[in-house]
Structure formats: C-alpha cells, structure tokens
C-alpha cells in the first residue's frame, strides 16, 4: 500500500505548505504592522491633544502634576526620563522638574555651612517656595521629592533619609565623593556644635543624636513656644 | 525623725498624678549634653524636674545613691537613667540656685528646699494672721502636726525646716522662737 506524505513528492508539497504558510506570516505581520501604525497615530493625536489642553495645568497646578505622575506610572512611562522628546518638549515636563532641581541645589549649597548638608524636606519646601516668589507657579513636597530623585540619578550627591514619615534630604557635592558615613559623622558634630541636635549615649554601641524638633513631631505634640525655647539655645 | 526619700514614695497616697516634662520622655536628656549651651537648657530641665517631682511628693531629702533608681532619675520605659555623675551635676546646680544643702562631707545625702525657708514663713505667717492667732504661742508640734493645720500647705513640714522658716521670720521680726520645757515653741507678733 502506499503511504502518503512519505517520498520526494511529500517534501515538495510540504515545502509549498511552509512556503504558503511564511506568506501568510508575513501577511499577517505586516497588517498588524498596518494596524498598529493606525493606533499609535491615534494614539499619538490624543496625547498632543492631551498636551495642549494640559499642557497649563501641568505647569500651574501641584495636585494635578501628582496626578499626572500616577497615571504615567500606571502606563509604564517616565515623563521625565530624557530630555529630549514628547514629554519635555510637548509638555515642557521636563523643564519645570529641571528648574526644580536647579533651585534645590542652590537652597541647600546656600545653607550647607549651618546645616552640615541636611535639611528638613519641609524647610526646603519653605525657602524653595520663597525663593521663587509670589507670582511663581507653586510647588508641591511630591514635586520635591521626584526632583530630587532625578537629581540622585544624575549623580549629584543627593540622598533623602526617611525620618518619622517625612524626609531628610542630605546634600554632599559630587566631586567630594565622600563615604557617606564621614558625612553623618560631619553633620552630628555640626548639628551639635549648633546646639540642633542632642547626643544620647546610652542608645547602644554607637552614639545616637536627636533633633528635638522632629521629636516633637514623632511625638505628635503641639509644642508650646515655652517648650520651643526649651530644645534650642 | 522621719525622712522621705524619692525611692519610698508611695504614688497611690499623692492625688493627682505628676506629670512628667516632655524632655522626661526624651532619650537624650540622660545624658549629659557636650554642647554648652544646651547643656544648659538641660540641667535648666532637670533642676525643675526634680524639684517640681519633690514639691509633688512632699520629699525635703534625698540619698544620692537611692536617687540613680528613683522614677526621676531612672525612666525605665524608654530605658534611660542618668549617670551618679551627672547625678552630681544637678545637684550642684541646685545647690548654686540655694535649692539644695548637703548634709554631708561626701554629698552623699541632701536636703531639697523646693521652697525655701523664708517662703514658708511667709506661708505659715499668713495662716497665723488670717485666722487672728498673733501673740499666741505654738508649738511646733501643734504648726507641724495639729489638727487646725491639716489641710495647709505647710502641714506635715519636717521639723528641720520647719525651724529654718521660724527662724527666717525671727530675723524679720515677725516672730519669736520660745524653748520650752519639752521643746520649743514660737510666738507670733
């Protein structure tokens, strides 16, 4: 009897079979190709139209910018991840976290010989606020911190320590290249030598210091001026 | 005689509870601060404390050694006590403000005036006069312990400074230490 697909006529027509079927293949990509050309020109108008629509509120609106934030981390995008392109130069994203960025430096190179590289976040927020004036577009701690992050990535020395729900943001010039231990141990003497921070010996191995003012916050006190006047000389 | 100490306070007999000062519940406080300036704010912290602590619990001694254990000096919930040294520290600082008396060559008891003497005579000369008692002789038991003082703040004073304070007003003439048979008294004028 014979036996089908077996033979020099099977593997001929079998190779037409693979060839058709490539065909096919390629067929089927290239409409893909076609169609998902269609849906990111789509897609691509609607994000231009976003833009200009928002493009105002992003710049002006703190609350909005957070928003903004959340949904392209749902999306799997960094707004702020170059320079170049859609988002900086359509939404001028970029732009405002890099101004940012730059005003952060200055706040904290300004006050690095009274505070040995460490600030409060929320002083920062204070004086970055008020170095930038009345008429300026207001700025959020969640716009701090994401610049600060890009600062990080830039590799400029910035760092933020959690402390008692809010941060700690600890500025060391690059080019120092300090151990960051060396630095801690820097801002301890500072901050006591300034009469800021407590030394508490007894909390083990090592040395500890405390700043009263963010105790009284840990603690979640009002603290009366009386007691005010009680922390700091 | 019958001394308190800060170790033998029996907190059920005080009625209100003493309320600690923030810094009671700062780690850092037990130690005692390089920094100058802050150390002092922190002995200004701590010779209010215990003093306050004293006048609360109605304690006029105090054995420094017993003192490292007491509540005051030993805050176990945040596993903090102050070094005997710093111990010292304090005290000196009250005896510098006229608060604190040693009792001893090696300062190892001493006497806290919360209130000093001639601030109690003023108290105990202010009873006398308001209840129209001048010219009339006491002793000091009956100022001390009698039942027409219960309830004043100068009842139950112990007697070494219950003389101080009589003597205080003696040197402002507002009264006369009288010795008795069994003791001595005062006059009030």
Redesign the interface.
Known sequence: MHRRGVGAGAIAKKKLAEAKYKERGTVLAEDQIVQMSKQLETFKSNLEEFASKHKQEIRKNPQFRVQFQEMCATIGVDPLASGKGFWSEMLGVGDFYYELGVQIIEVCLALKHRNGGLITLDELHQRVLKGRGKYAQDVSQDDLVRAIKKLKVMGSGFGMIPVGGSYLVQSVPAELNMDHTVVLQLAEDHLLKEGLAWLDSQAGAEAQYWLPALFAELTSRDVTPEEANQMTP | MFFRTLTAVNTASTAMSFEWP??Y???????L???V??R???L??WCSLVLSYCRHHKLYTVDVMEAQESPVFNNKKI???LSVEAIQVVFEELRKKGNLEWLDKNKSRCLVMWRRPEEWGKLIYQWVSKNGMNNTVFTLYELSNGDDTDGEEFHGLEDWMLQRSLQALQAEGKAEIITMDDGKGVKFF
């Open positions: 923030w810094q519940n700062f780690p850092p406080f037990f130690t601060q390089p920094n300036d802050t002092q704010k922190q200004a912290a596993e903090r006590k």
